[in-house]
Nanobody
Framework: QVQLVESGGGLVQAGGSLRLSCAAS????????MGWFRQAPGKEREFVSA????????SYADSVKDRFTISKDNAKNTVYLQMTSLKPEDTAVYYC??????????????????????WGQGTQVTVSS
């Protein structure tokens, strides 16, 4: 079992940048595929980005492609989401999610929230115009 703790959220002006971190407990983080999701007020949770257990495969929602970068440091048990050129519509609570992919291909990740069974508590990102 793994516990996930997000950090790095905050208030930023449009066009600015933030880096979110998600620290994982446990000794098997290198076996975990990870994802970032977000939920804005009154909206459903949506996929943002995902990364395979090795970090070699990634995926992005069209709305964040070329602006956000996901990365995974297995030595530090941490997954990051570097966000640049932020827009007011990026305002949301951002959640980190994980799935033990030990028995899945190295390239495996999920873009669906149902593909993850571990979730962090979320971190607020607010982008002002």
């Amino acid at each position: 079992q793994v516990q996930l703790v997000e950090s790095g959220g905050g208030l930023v002006q449009a066009g600015g940048s933030l880096r979110l971190s998600c620290a994982a407990s446990g000794r098997t983080f290198s076996s975990y595929a990870m994802g970032w999701f977000r939920q804005a007020p009154g909206k459903e949770r949506e996929f943002v980005s995902a990364i395979s257990k090795s970090g070699g495969s990634t995926s992005y929602a069209d709305s964040v492609k070329d602006r956000f970068t996901i990365s995974k440091d297995n030595a530090k048990n941490t997954v990051y989401l570097q966000m640049t050129s932020l827009k007011p519509e990026d305002t949301a609570v951002y959640y980190c999610a994980g799935k033990n992919a030990a028995f899945f291909p190295n390239s495996y990740y999920s873009t669906s929230s149902t593909g993850y069974n571990y979730w962090g508590q979320g971190t607020q990102v607010t982008v002002s115009s």
